[in-house]
C-alpha cells in the first residue's frame, strides 16, 4: 500500500497536477465528464499532497478551511440539505485546486511555463473544437434549429484567451504574432457576438485590458482604444443584443440586462431569512418567486439562480459565507500586490496572464455565474493558486527587483 502511495504521489507531482488543463476541452463532451474528471484529480491530489502538507501555504489553507467550514454550516436548516451536500461536495472538488496548483508549482521552475503551456494547448483545442461545431449547428445538422442560447457555448472563451495570447507571445515568431494574436480575438470576438453573450463580452474586454497592461506593457490609451474598439465591432456585426431595452419600454434597464437588475433589487429587498448563513448553499432555487421571478412585458420568467456569483454567495451563505469568500480572493490580490516590486519581469508576465484570466472570470461572474460554478469554484482558483504560488516566493528568495522591459515590440 505504501509503494502504490508513493507511485501516485510521484505520477501527481511529475505529470497528474497538469490535469486541470484538459477541463476547459470536457465543456465539448457535456457536464458529467467535466466532473468525472475533477473528482478523480481532486481525489487523486488528496492522497498525494499529504507529505508535502508543510509546504501549503498558511494563510491561504486557513482561509480556504474556515470557508469550506462556513458553507457546511449553512446546510443544516435549509429547505434540500441533500442537494446542499451535494453542492457543497462539488465545490469542494473543484476548489482543492487552490492547494495542489501552488504545491506543484513550487516542485521544479519549469512548472509555472509548463501550466501556461498546456492551459494555452487545451484552449486552443477548445477553441478548434468549438469552432468547428459551429457549421454543424448553424447548418442545422445537428436536426436542431439553430439556437444560440443552447448550442453556442461561450463561457469558458474569454478566460482561456490571455493563455492563447501569452503562447503566441512569448513563444510564436515576431514577425508574426501580433498577426497571430489579433486573428485569435477576432476568433473568439465572432463566436461570443454570435452567441449573443453580453457577460462573455465583457469578460473578454476585462481579460484583453489587463493582458494589454501587465503583459504587453501597453499606455492606457491604447488599451483604453482596443476595450472601445472590441465592444463597436461586436455592437456593429450584431447589435440585437443590444437592443433588448425594446422587450419593455417600461423597465428598460431590466430589459437591457435581461432582467439581471430586476433579480439583484428583489434579493436585496427579500434578504435570506438567516441573515449570517443565508438559506443554504445549494439551496438558492428555493430563494421564491418574489426573489427569482421577473416580468419583462408580457412574459414572465423564473430563473433558478441571481446572475451575480457575489448576491448568490450572500443570499445562499449568508453574511459569513460571503465575507469569507471575499476575504480570500482579495487576499490573494493583496499578497501579490505586496511582493509585486520585488518580481521579476518573466514573473510579473506570468501574474499578468493569470490576472487577465482572472478578470475574465470575475467580470463575467457578476452577470452571469454562480460562485459554485466550474467557470468560479474550479478555473478560478486555478488562477489563484498560481498567483499564491508566485506571491508566496520570500523575499530572500526571489530575484532583483525587476526593471523596465526594452523589448522593441512592446506599445
Known amino acids: ?28 463532451g457535456g457536464r458529467g465528464l467535466f466532473n468525472t474528471l475533477a473528482s478523480l484529480y481532486a481525489l487523486w491530489g488528496l492522497l498525494s499532497f499529504w507529505r508535502r502538507r508543510e509546504r501549503l501555504d498558511r494563510p491561504t489553507l486557513l ?34 485546486t487552490l492547494l495542489l496548483i501552488p504545491l506543484a508549482l513550487r516542485e521544479s521552475p519549469t512548472n509555472p511555463d509548463r501550466l501556461l503551456d498546456g492551459m494555452a494547448l487545451f484552449g486552443a483545442l477548445t477553441l478548434a473544437g468549438l469552432s468547428l461545431l459551429l457549421p454543424w449547428h448553424l447548418l442545422g445538422l445537428s436536426g436542431q434549429p439553430f439556437d444560440h442560447e443552447t448550442q453556442l457555448r461561450e463561457d469558458n472563451l474569454p478566460f482561456l484567451t490571455p493563455f492563447l495570447l501569452a503562447w503566441l507571445w512569448r ?61 463597436s465591432i461586436a ?35 427579500h434578504p435570506p431569512p438567516r441573515a449570517w448563513l443565508g438559506i443554504g448553499m445549494g439551496n438558492g432555487a428555493h430563494a421564491g418567486e418574489e426573489v427569482l421571478g421577473f416580468q419583462l412585458g408580457a412574459h414572465n420568467h423564473q430563473v433558478k439562480h441571481l446572475h451575480n456569483f457575489v448576491l448568490d454567495a450572500w443570499y445562499e451563505t449568508g453574511l459569513l459565507g460571503v465575507s469569507l469568500l471575499l476575504a480570500l480572493m482579495s487576499t490573494v490580490f493583496v499578497r501579490l500586490l505586496r511582493i509585486w516590486r520585488c ?48 506571491s508566496g516566493l520570500r523575499l530572500e528568495g526571489v530575484r532583483p527587483p525587476a526593471v523596465v522591459d526594452k523589448d522593441p515590440d512592446r506599445r
Not at 72 to 89: C, E, F, M, N, Q
Not at 203 to 226: C, D, E, H, K
Not at 343 to 363: E, F, H, K, M, Y
Open 343 to 390: 518580481l521579476s519581469v518573466p514573473d510579473r508576465q506570468r501574474a499578468g496572464i493569470w490576472l487577465a484570466a482572472a478578470a475574465a472570470l470575475l467580470t463575467t461572474g457578476l452577470l452571469s455565474f454562480s460562485y459554485t460554478s466550474r467557470q468560479l469554484a474550479c478555473y478560478l482558483f486555478i488562477a489563484f493558486g498560481s498567483l499564491t504560488a508566485l
Open 63 to 96: 482561509l480556504y478551511l474556515a470557508l469550506l467550514g462556513v458553507f457546511l454550516l449553512t446546510i443544516p436548516g435549509s429547505v434540500d440539505p441533500v442537494a446542499g451536500v451535494r453542492t457543497w461536495l462539488g465545490f469542494l472538488m473543484q476548489s482543492m
Open 235 to 269: 455592437i456593429a456585426v450584431n447589435i440585437s443584443p443590444f437592443l433588448k431595452m425594446e422587450l419593455d419600454p417600461k423597465q428598460p434597464l431590466d430589459a437591457f440586462t435581461a432582467g439581471r437588475t430586476a433579480l439583484w433589487r428583489q434579493a436585496l429587498a
Open 1 to 28: 500500500m505504501i509503494r502504490l502511495l508513493d507511485r501516485l504521489q510521484e505520477a501527481f507531482f511529475g505529470w497528474g497536477w497538469l490535469s486541470p488543463v484538459v477541463l476547459p476541452l470536457t465543456q465539448l
Open 171 to 231: 513563444r510564436g515568431p515576431p514577425r508574426w504574432r501580433y498577426v497571430a494574436m489579433v486573428s485569435v480575438v477576432a476568433l473568439v470576438l465572432g463566436y461570443i457576438v454570435l452567441a449573443e453573450g453580453r457577460a462573455a463580452l465583457l469578460g473578454l474586454i476585462a481579460a484583453l485590458t489587463v493582458f494589454s497592461s501587465l503583459v504587453l506593457g501597453w499606455r492606457l490609451r491604447l488599451i483604453a482604444l482596443l476595450a472601445l474598439l472590441v465592444l
